[in-house]
């Protein structure tokens, strides 16, 4: 149980244009949702906190209007690049929480998104 | 959130040998899991250890927890080539609200065969 997808697992785009990731609680339902970032050999940087039916509370330094964070229901949270850069090229992986406790978080298998 | 450090950062063995890698955070927390990550992929939860225990088992996994230092440990016995990815500690801190996690910096393991 407690499975996270994400869509795509890869995706290449033009600069300019917008890039939708989809994050999944495939088994369970999931008040909460984490969005982080990772570039090569370095940690997970949280970006934003999702919960359903508000608005994403995001991390010092994370532009708002650049990265979309939809939770529309109890087990899909978007993000949404908007005028995709190069420099926004990194591995984004979502996660979900069960509870109401960190250590109850999935994680989702990740998107690489590259920008050309 | 200020980011914990792991070392070393990277570390290279032979198959059998164990290998240690260490985590020091800066806040209290409630507890601290290690997680492991294959490369390009998502996160997989190896272990969690509570503030209120020192050390915990898990197969080959030995995790240790030292509050007053701010520390801990994974030690991965008698490796296997199946083990190289990289190991990360989080910890949920008892002063950050709803359920957030703050990551090591993480350590890169690659076991030879």
């Known amino acids: 149980g407690a499975v996270v997808s994400q869509h795509p697992s890869r995706v290449i785009c033009k600069s300019g244009t917008s890039v939708k990731i989809e994050c999944r609680s495939l088994?369970?339902?999931?008040?909460?949702m984490f969005w982080y970032r990772q570039f090569p050999k370095k940690s997970l940087m949280l970006m934003a906190t999702?919960?359903?039916?508000?608005?994403?509370?995001?991390e010092q330094g994370v532009e708002k209007d650049k990265f979309l964070i939809n939770h529309a229901s109890l087990t899909l949270s978007t993000l949404t690049v908007t005028s995709a850069h190069p420099e926004d090229s990194s591995f984004y992986i979502c996660?979900?929480?069960?509870?109401?406790?960190?250590?109850?978080?999935?994680f989702g298998p990740g998107t690489r998104l590259t920008v050309t | 959130s200020q980011q914990g450090e792991e070392d070393p950062q990277a570390l290279s063995i032979q198959e059998g040998e164990n290998a240690t890698m260490n985590c020091s955070y800066k806040?209290?927390?409630?507890?601290l899991q290690w997680y492991r990550q294959n490369s390009g992929r998502g996160l997989v939860h190896l272990i969690l250890i509570r503030s209120n225990e020192r050390e915990k088992h898990s197969g080959r996994l030995r995790v240790t927890l030292d509050t007053s230092k701010k520390s801990s440990s994974l030690l991965i016995t008698a490796s296997r080539a199946a083990d190289t990815a990289s190991y990360f500690c989080?910890?949920?801190?008892?002063?950050?609200?709803?359920?957030?996690?703050?990551f090591g910096e993480g350590t890169q393991l690659t076991v030879n065969p």
């Open positions: 996660s979900a929480n069960t509870g109401t406790r960190a250590y109850e978080q999935y």
């Open positions: 806040t209290s927390i409630n507890n």
């Open positions: 088994d369970f339902q999931a008040t909460t």
């Open positions: 989080a910890t949920e801190g008892q002063e950050t609200s709803g359920s957030r996690l703050t």
């Open positions: 999702s919960n359903e039916g508000s608005k994403a509370t995001y």
